[in-house]
């Protein structure tokens, strides 16, 4: 089961946090970690995922990890920080796959990973056709914020159709997702989990998904 952590959103510039945070995750054999920290300026942004690379590409070497590092919705930091691949949305004007791979390529990156968020089924064709490496589907049993639920899940049968029309390309279920959920997601026919939550650890700063 593919495992893809979310950072919070919460960082206030200082990258310690995240890297902790990122470290603790490769420790516990989470796949893809995503940088989702919308409120930092590029040139903070860039320090940030560089260094939370370097720590993973460390522990990778040392414990022989292999925990991937995207950045949300910049190829521009993911090529300037190392960093695997880049998380897209579904929101018009977004990049698409092929141009972040565009990116990567003019960059000397032959490789990339590109993942991208759907919510209805419409969205996972266009992601398909698309030709992304990933889908983040969801909410598929709620969103919540500041500890409210502000989206109602589409439920299983919802993610059990997305996956369905996915075919070869993974589906990760994301929203609302828990440990003893999780297996309920990978028997609908998701490849894996993700979320914000899910991978909190003790002490770690307060999550919105």
């Given at each position: 089961?593919l495992?893809?952590?979310?950072t919070?959103g ?10 902790a945070?990122?470290?603790?995750w490769?420790a516990?054999?989470?796949?893809y ?11 903070d942004?860039v ?12 522990y990778?070497?040392e ?19 190392g960093?695997a ?5 579904s929101?018009?004007g977004e990049?698409t796959?092929?141009q972040v791979?565009?990116?990567?390529a ?8 590109v993942?991208t ?8 064709q266009r ?12 909410p ?8 409210g639920?502000?989206?109602a ?15 070869d390309t ?5 929203g609302g997702v ?6 309920l997601?990978v028997?609908?026919?998701a490849?894996g ?8 650890f003790?002490?770690d ?5």
């Amino acid at each position: 089961m593919l495992r893809y952590a979310i950072t919070s959103g919460n960082d206030t510039g200082s990258c310690e946090a995240s890297i902790a945070q990122a470290r603790r995750w490769a420790a516990a054999g989470v796949d893809y970690v995503q940088l989702r920290e919308k409120q930092l300026e590029a040139g903070d942004l860039v320090r940030v995922a560089t260094a939370m690379q370097a720590s993973l590409r460390e522990y990778g070497r040392e414990h022989g990890g292999r925990t991937k590092l995207l950045v949300n919705g910049r190829a521009d930091v993911a090529v300037a920080a190392g960093a695997a691949g880049v998380h897209l949305t579904s929101r018009p004007g977004e990049l698409t796959a092929e141009q972040v791979r565009r990116v990567f390529a003019a960059s000397g990156r032959v490789e990339s990973v590109v993942s991208t968020s759907c919510h209805t089924v419409a969205e996972v064709q266009r992601a398909v056709a698309g030709r992304v490496d990933l889908i983040l589907f969801g909410p598929v049993f709620e969103k919540r914020v500041a500890g409210g639920v502000v989206i109602a899940g589409a439920g299983l049968d919802a993610l059990r159709k997305a996956c369905e029309i996915a075919g070869d390309t993974p589906v990760l279920a994301l929203g609302g997702v828990t440990g003893e959920t999780a297996r309920l997601c990978v028997e609908a026919g998701a490849s894996g989990v993700a979320g914000i939550r899910l991978f909190r650890f003790r002490g770690d700063a307060g999550a919105k998904e």
